[in-house]
């Protein structure tokens, strides 16, 4: 069993849906990363979290630290917002390291 | 208040050459992690050098090596390479703190032909 588990794998969405993805994890850790790739691309941190809440723009990523579950939000998604997103975690159980969730293909259509 | 700057953005190589990709990282940051990402692929980590040494190593063979400058910037190695060297090749940088905040790069893409 991987030790950071997104869900869905792959998600299709029209535009201006709401989009949710989750992110499930098995080990103690420091923080949560939400991370974005577009095809070819680089990565891109959208989040850091180690507890609560954090809004920027029409993203919303969410952690319960007793549960081991974050969820990242997209409103009213639009198709630039189609990319690869990933959870990744790091903290004591991994030396620090970051382990990395499979990721998420979201395609949203206009 | 630059981000995490890789170079060079794209390479291509013939096998058995050598090639060095380096990386400087984000203002304030101490530790630098590389990772390869095969296309399709999700990231692996290669290594990560703080205070200018390895300081831990993914299941990579010894044809990468790397290097810490005492400015933090990093230096990728990848000796005699193969075809499946083909990757993307990201920088990230971390605070000193070892709270988990990661900034990266956007990569070096890699062609070996």
């Known amino acids: 069993k991987n030790e950071v588990e997104q869900s869905p794998q792959n998600l299709t969405a029209q535009e201006g849906e709401f989009i949710t993805i989750n992110c499930s994890y098995s080990?103690?850790?420091?923080?949560l990363h939400w991370l974005q790739q577009h095809p070819g691309g680089g990565i891109v941190s959208l989040f850091m979290?180690?507890?609560?809440?954090k809004k920027h723009g029409r993203l919303i990523a969410t952690i319960n630290i007793q549960e081991k579950h974050s969820s990242l939000h997209i409103t009213a998604s639009h198709p630039r917002d189609s990319a690869v997103y990933i959870c990744?975690?790091?903290?004591?159980?991994?030396?620090?390291?970051?382990?990395w969730g499979a990721g998420t293909k979201l395609i949203i259509k206009p | 208040d630059a981000g995490v700057t890789q170079s060079p953005t794209h390479l291509i190589k013939t096998r058995g050459q050598q090639v060095t990709l380096r990386c400087s990282p984000k203002?304030?940051?101490?530790?630098v992690s590389w990772y390869q990402q095969a296309l399709g692929q999700g990231p692996q980590f290669i290594f990560q050098?703080?205070?200018?040494?390895?300081?831990q190593r993914g299941n990579f063979p010894d044809r990468f090596s790397g290097h810490q400058f005492p400015n933090y910037s990093s230096e990728l190695n990848v000796n005699a390479l193969l075809l499946g060297d083909s990757a993307l090749y990201l920088c990230?940088?971390?605070?000193?703190?070892?709270?988990?905040?990661?900034?990266f790069g956007s990569g070096t893409r890699l062609t070996v032909v």
């Open positions: 990230a940088s971390s605070l000193p703190s070892r709270s988990g905040g990661y900034t």
């Open positions: 203002s304030g940051h101490d530790t």
């Open positions: 050098y703080y205070e200018e040494e390895e300081r």
């Open positions: 080990v103690g850790i420091s923080a």
């Open positions: 979290l180690s507890s609560g809440k």
């Open positions: 990744a975690v790091v903290g004591p159980d991994s030396n620090y390291q970051l382990i």
